[in-house]
């Protein structure tokens, strides 16, 4: 059972272009999203986090947006570098859980 | 000056064989938690420790036991390893488990 759900395994993206990848939760206690970018070798590192009364939240070049009704969010990165190809995993977490649930992963690719 | 180290970060051992895995954080955070990514890049959570108590138990086998001596340190220890077992293993922490999580850099437990 697969609470969190990134169905794109993998996204190639033009330097410069917007990257846009996909997470869908089922999950409606889910009130804590976050997104992570790991390289090969390293262990996750924290992005951009949103929480469920917000429905965006930008950092740089690092944009999240939330759609609580369609359980959907998505992690915007304009423009593309690439030093951003790396694997990103979205979680979810909620107050009192202590777990942070993970999707499967995007490998992006950014090519120059 | 890291802030979740674990060490080791390669362990190649025999079936059977008894191993562990030490995490060490110096951020002050009161949660720590053991993940496992498998061969499907899948990150899963195996247990949370608050404040030194374990909160989480995942459905792991009991020949894993965690060990948590003070808030800083959580160790994982397994007993008579199975081939399946191999993975990589990551350590993390947060601040009381609603915020995001730093992640050590992974020990990749591979049994023979």
């Known amino acids: 059972d697969q609470q969190v759900k990134q169905n794109s395994p993998s996204l190639s993206v033009q330097e410069g272009r917007i990257s846009i990848l996909n997470c869908d939760y089922t999950?409606?206690?889910?009130?804590?999203f976050l997104w992570y970018k790991k390289y090969p070798a390293e262990g996750p590192t924290f992005l951009i986090s949103?929480?469920?009364?917000?429905d965006k939240n930008e950092d740089g070049r690092f944009t999240v947006f939330l759609n609580k009704s369609a359980k959907h969010l998505s992690l915007h990165i304009v423009p593309s570098q690439p030093g951003d190809s790396a694997v990103y995993f979205c979680?979810?977490?909620?107050?009192?859980?202590?777990?942070?649930?993970f999707g499967t992963g995007t490998r992006l690719k950014v090519l120059a | 000056d890291t802030a979740v180290s674990q060490t080791p970060k390669y362990l190649v051992t025999q079936m059977g064989n008894d191993k562990s895995i030490k995490c060490e954080q110096n951020?002050?955070?009161?949660?720590m938690y053991w993940y496992k990514q498998d061969s499907k890049k899948f990150l899963k959570i195996m247990f949370s420790?608050?404040?030194?108590?374990?909160?989480i138990n995942e459905t792991v086998p009991n020949r894993f036991s965690p060990k948590s001596p003070d808030k800083a340190h959580l160790n994982l220890h397994i007993n008579s390893l199975e081939l399946g077992d191999s993975a990589v293993y990551f350590c993390?922490?947060?601040?009381?488990?609603?915020?995001?999580?730093?992640f050590g850099q992974g020990t990749r437990l591979t049994v023979v």
């Open positions: 420790y608050n404040n030194k108590e374990l909160i």
């Open positions: 949103i929480s469920s009364i917000k």
């Open positions: 951020l002050g955070h009161d949660t």
């Open positions: 993390a922490s947060s601040s009381q488990g609603y915020t995001e999580a730093f």
């Open positions: 979680a979810a977490t909620f107050s009192g859980t202590y777990k942070y649930i």
């Open positions: 999950n409606s206690m889910f009130d804590y």
